[in-house]
């Protein structure tokens, strides 16, 4: 991760810094086999997968690998009646080195298992690898008699099944579980987070926090041009550093500087900086000047508006300070930088 940027706004522009400016060596590359099952919850394997397929854009080299694999066929029908074609059945996985292997269920998938679920379960477990279950998918560990001993999160449909058929299971009572080798979680919604959390297992908060700020920027009632997820979601946000953030936000194409700020936020400069290095890390320049930038990039990406008017609309008088300070934070000139997304 370069070091150009300091404050929160670093987790949302990781994945546009320049890769030939990263440093940060590459992890080996995690395998993740998703075993469809015929009705599975398309919107459980989605936020699973999305998590890993963006953590790959955070780096030069990919992180992780996906298989989609078929438990019974080439070709599994989702839960919203959307095919989906796969890279293997189950029957061909059986030699293959996986790191997490993840049983996809949904609502209407039959609770019934099979001898090849059951034997590439246990033989996948004596492997060493973690297994996993999406909505009611840990029922095919339970009935594999790899899932005792461990916490798990299920369905809320299928927790009297489990508490009966399985005594061995300790069931949770949260919406996702990772205990030790075996992770799970009960629904849709708790998938992004259950594999957020498994990604922090071999990155830093930091990186986690990046993946987060791309695909959980809608969890709160209120979404900004820039936001940060972290001060967003914070109730402890003193007022005065929300209406100091605010002014910064709504100021973005004429800057204040930062004594307006403090006046208007009825506090002193002194204070303003403290309330910044608490919750932001940064001072309240280097934050402002870092969300003027990353307002620009945005533009750069999504807008065909030339370079002078993305300067002048993020609050650059002059195109060469604006070239200048783009360059610092990015590594790269902004034409090059909008030629190398949009190629």
Known sequence: MSASFKSLLKRKNMAHLNAEEDSRPCPAVRRVAFVLLDNFSLMAFAGAVDALVTANLMTREPLVEVLVVGATSDLVVSDLGTSISTDCQLSGLQEQRLDLLIMCGGFRVRLQSSPLIRSTLRS??????????????????????????????????????????????????????????????????????????????????????????????????????VSVLSLDRDPTLPQALKLAL????????????????????????????????????????????????????????????????????????????????????????????????QS
């Open 124 to 225: 996948f477990d004596a492997a060493g690898t973690t297994l996993g279950g999406l909505w009611n998918g840990s029922f095919f560990l339970a009935d594999a008699g790899v899932l005792d001993g461990h916490d798990c999160a299920i369905h809320p449909d299928s927790r009297a099944m489990l508490i009966e058929s399985f005594p061995g299971v300790r069931l949770s009572r949260h919406s996702y579980v990772l205990d030790r080798k075996r992770i799970s979680c009960a629904g849709a919604n708790s998938s992004l987070s259950m594999m957020l959390d498994w990604l922090r297992r071999d990155h830093d908060q930091s990186f986690v926090d990046a993946i987060e700020e791309i695909l959980n920027c809608d969890k709160t009632q209120e979404v900004m041009d």
């Open 246 to 341: 605010e002014l910064m936000h709504n100021n973005i194409d004429e800057p204040l500087s930062v004594d307006e700020i403090a006046r208007w936020v009825n506090i002193s400069r002194r204070q303003l900086e403290r309330l910044f290095s608490r919750y932001v890390d940064a001072s309240p320049s280097r934050y402002y000047i870092e969300l003027r930038v990353t307002y620009a990039r945005q533009l750069l990406q999504q807008t065909n508006k030339s370079i002078a008017d993305i300067a002048v609309a993020s609050g650059f008088t002059s195109i060469t300070h604006f070239r200048h300070c783009f360059r610092q934070f990015f590594h790269v000139a902004p034409a090059k930088f909008r030629r190398q997304r």
